[in-house]
């Protein structure tokens, strides 16, 4: 029997909706024009809540908390309207407009308090990446090529991805059920 004796490496993310991962591949096809290759150009649209690194025996653990999250989180409406690129960060990134920011930096605050694991990484304020590890001639080609955006959607689900390859895939999705938490805790014991 063979063992794997390194930890894999996990994210949990909020996933939006279909159209707006689609809306987001043409942001980042539209980047793709411009400076041709850059980090993250195959990564679906995400935002990022934590990552870190698990045996498979240790998984079972993180799935149990983000089942539990997510039994008492209710969904929230939000919008991303503004498009920016940094030098300091290096990246091309959508942001979320005053109230999303809000509710989904609340929303990020309240899941990484409680989670525990190995190297854990914590994502930064509720963003979704267009282009990130940008050199500074890259980032200059990226004024004024994208549109205004309005990107909207319910923020309902997290979903837990393994990194396979050179890319994270989904493993599994979990829906925000909006329960009181006192009734998830009688599940577990029933």
């Not at 279909?18 to 809306?23: A, D, K, Y």
């Not at 939000?78 to 509710?103: E, H, M, T, W």
């Amino acid at each position: 029997m063979e063992m794997n004796l390194e930890r894999a490496k996990y994210s949990i993310v909020i996933h939006p909706s279909l159209e707006v991962r689609t809306i987001l591949k043409k942001l980042k096809d539209t980047l793709a024009d411009k400076v041709v290759w850059y980090s993250s150009r195959n990564s679906e649209a995400h935002i990022t809540v934590i990552e870190f690194e698990a045996f498979e025996s240790e998984l079972k653990a993180a799935i149990d908390y983000v089942k539990s999250f997510c039994y008492s989180e209710k969904h929230l409406n939000v919008s991303f309207n503004k498009i920016v690129s940094s030098y300091s960060s290096k990246c091309v990134v959508a942001l979320p407009d005053r109230a999303s920011g809000k509710g989904l930096n609340g929303l990020l605050q309240r899941f990484r308090k409680g989670f525990k694991g190995v190297n854990l990484i914590f994502g930064s304020g509720a963003h979704m990446s267009i282009g990130r590890k940008l050199k500074y001639g890259q980032i200059d080609l990226t004024e004024n090529i994208f549109p205004e955006s309005d990107l909207n959607f319910k923020c309902d689900k997290i979903a837990v991805r393994k990194f396979s390859g050179k890319q994270y895939k989904v493993i599994y999705e979990f829906e925000f059920l909006n329960k009181p938490s006192a009734g998830y805790q009688f599940l577990l014991f029933q």
